[in-house]
């Protein structure tokens, strides 16, 4: 079965440092990655996501940049945080179904990042 | 006008009642519909998905698509403490982009 992973569970980051958030997934191959930021009472903000090592598409400008080093990694950075960074930190995957059928998303246990 | 609109809540039920939630879309080309179950601190857990119109079941729950009046539905039936969670629908527009709704909160009271 697959199962997807994130570190840190939680993070607490002074304004202006740097960020590495990381997710794997394991029991698929070259799934699609996603990062999505759930501010509290809004829904989820799609970030990135990623068909393939190397590939990123960006959907929100901002200081935030993914990377995909590996096939099932997926890595979230920041060069330097804001406060407005804060958030509930989400990584998905899905089996790279393209097409008018659609897909599920399965997500990972998140990232609590508070920006101080 | 939201492509997915939500009401937030929160639902506060009896134990044993029949839940009710709802989200309705705007675009009428949507096709792949999906409810997600989220516990606090926790990532979201998919509960079920449909294509295109009518009913899905699967143990107490029900997953309602109505395309005429672009409308979603997840029904809880002998809803449970442990049902208290915040839901999502989530609809796929066919590529990369899943659009979610803001989340309804459910309490089920003992």
């Known amino acids: 079965s697959q199962t997807i992973h994130q570190w840190p569970a939680t993070l607490v980051q002074p304004v202006g440092s740097p960020l590495s958030l990381e997710c794997t997934v394991e029991?698929?191959?070259?799934?699609?990655l996603y990062w999505y930021r759930q501010a509290a009472g809004r829904g989820l903000q799609l970030l990135f996501y990623?068909?393939?090592?190397?590939?990123i598409s960006s959907e929100v400008p901002q200081n935030l940049s993914a990377s995909r080093p590996q096939d099932r990694q997926f890595i979230l950075s920041s060069k330097k945080l804001l406060l407005s960074d804060s958030g509930f930190y989400l990584c998905?995957?899905?089996?790279?179904?393209?097409?008018?059928?659609?897909?599920?998303?399965?997500f990972g246990p998140g990232t609590r990042l508070t920006v101080l | 006008q939201k492509e997915v609109e939500q009401d937030p809540g929160p639902l506060s039920v009896p134990e044993g009642a029949i839940v009710s939630l709802n989200c309705t879309y705007s675009n009428s080309a949507f096709q792949y519909f999906m409810w997600y179950r989220q516990y606090s601190r926790k990532g979201p857990e998919l509960l079920m998905y449909?294509?295109?119109?009518g009913n899905k079941e699967d143990g107490r729950f029900t997953a309602q698509v109505d395309k005429s009046s672009k409308y979603i539905s997840l029904f809880i039936r002998d809803s449970q403490p442990s049902d208290s969670a915040t839901y999502l629908c989530a609809i796929n527009t066919g590529g990369f982009k899943t659009i979610f709704g803001a989340g309804t909160r459910l309490f089920v009271k003992a």
């Open positions: 029991g698929t191959s070259n799934p699609n």
């Open positions: 990623s068909v393939g090592i190397g590939q």
């Open positions: 449909t294509y295109s119109s």
């Open positions: 998905a995957w899905s089996v790279g179904r393209v097409g008018p059928d659609g897909e599920e998303q399965f």
